[in-house]
């Protein structure tokens, strides 16, 4: 997201506990943002300097001001109890955890999303990316830190080369560029490109500019074989900002030759447009107007991709991977928010397309808000159209001190069966079998206790993804965790290896 410069510190997304009668007559104090819950007949929900502070946070923290007031009223004087210890099933342990450590150990300095290739994890961050040698599992080893700062460090992995999103307006695109507005010409955000040749050694080759940045970014390699295509998802476009105009309803398609000699040619192939109506325009609130895709899951074997775009759903088809072509579009006026990021499975006769209602910056999993939303959606394709069957939502009820909602996931791969694990930032994570899409369930969870018992703290799990045989997640300020399931249910998949995995980019097994 294109904003002005940030200034990376740790950003406590507080409520004012006072007025939700939690804290008797504690205050919180600066630099806590504090999230005024006014009247229902108030429809503000942030004033213009909480608004900035979120949106300097990264993400689509923000958008938790789109919610009107009301939404937030219904919090007051609710008492969600904080659970003191981990809540967990019996089948899943954690076995490991390596904690953030170095420049990644700032404030600012948030976990994000993991690829995989081989014995080797990359774990993305705001401040660049980590190599983590996970040979043995329960004993991970940090081996490289790249310190290259650029929110929000969405990263994959192909053979040799590692892809990093920039989403912050920067200086330059060098690893020792600031913070710079987006409303000069002059400032860069895109794709920064390494050869991962050397896994503990990675070299930065390449960058390329994209349109309002890359806030994320899907690979897909080439029929070939001889380069990736990356897809580039952003939004949030303004006049003020030269490279980032509206309306913005398009992805950056990106070419990546794969040989070393040729990365630095990597370079924007097309800009697709996607919405050429608009999209949807955000009516009513606090339905999210579509001005770009925040995600976008690629199925290469089947020649699909779904794409989680704010206001819509997307079905695409890449056939021709310079070129995706729009096959259906969804909208839920009702329950969805922010449209947020999708997972076929594995037949590719399903999407579970999740919700991040308020930017995952709020307490949503609790009855305030319901079981329908913050939610995942589950739909079947048939006849190449996607059908709605039912919603899905972690079970448990969070404190209102924990930012609480659907996020990134992963099959596991049980042949025959379709089961995600899925983090729930502070509400952990979640092991649900939705094989039949109408009545999906939990079978396994792992929640910690929350970060704070008398504010709410940005945290929690941002990716969590099945890997040979364990889960890795990659919590926001705790580090890397990696976990061991038991159930039955799931242990045909600890026969099935891959030697890489992104989780935007779907393997077949």
Known sequence: MPTPPRNPRRIRLALTLLSLGLLGTAVVQAPAIAT????????????????????????????????????????????????????RSDDLELVANVPLSGAFAEE????????????????????????????????PRLVAQVVCPGSQGDVSVYRKVL????????????????????????????????????????????????ACGSHTH???????????????????????????????????????????????????????????????????????????????????????MAGACMGDGILMDIGNRRNPVVVQRVTDQVNFSFWHSATFNNAGTKVVFTDELGGGALPTCNPVFGATRGADGIYDIVD???????????????????????????LIPVPGRDIMVQAWYQGGISVFDFTDSANPVEIAHYDPPPLSETELVLGGVWSAYWYNGKIYGSDITRGLDVFQLSDPLVAPAQHVRFTRFNAQSQPSY
């Open 218 to 304: 899907t690979i897909a390699p080439s029929k070939r074989g001889k380069s990736i295509f990356a897809y580039v998802s952003s939004y949030a476009p303004s006049e003020d900002f030269p490279d980032c105009q509206p309306p913005h309803d398009v992805i950056s398609v990106v070419k990546v030759p794969l040989k070393k000699k040729k990365m630095a040619k990597a370079r924007v192939v097309n800009q697709p447009v996607l919405f050429p109506d608009g999209g949807n325009p955000g009516v009513p609130t606090p339905t999210s107007e579509t001005s770009g895709c925040h995600d976008v899951t690629a199925y290469p074997a089947k020649n699909l």
């Open 384 to 410: 190449g159209q996607l059908q709605f069957r039912s919603y899905y939502k972690m079970p448990r009820i969070e404190a209102l001190t924990e930012n609480c909602v659907a996020h990134n996931g992963s």
């Open 108 to 139: 600012g300095a948030y976990g994000t999303d993991i690829a995989f290739k081989g014995r080797y994890a990359y774990q993305g961050n705001y401040k660049g990316f980590a190599v983590y040698d996970i040979k043995n599992p329960a004993a």
């Open 163 to 210: 892809v990093l999103s920039v989403d912050s307006s920067r200086s330059d695109n060098t690893c020792a560029s600031t913070g710079q507005p987006a409303s000069e010409k002059s400032s860069w955000e895109g794709l920064r490109i390494f050869d991962i040749r050397e896994p503990t050694r990675p070299q930065y080759v390449a960058a390329v500019e994209t």
């Open 36 to 87: 005024v819950v006014r009247g229902a007949d108030d429809p503000a929900t942030c004033t213009t300097a909480e608004l900035r502070e979120l949106r300097a946070a990264g993400d689509n923290f923000a958008d938790r001001c789109l919610l009107p007031g009301q939404e937030l009223a219904g919090l007051r004087g609710a008492d969600f109890g904080a659970a003191a210890e981990v809540d």
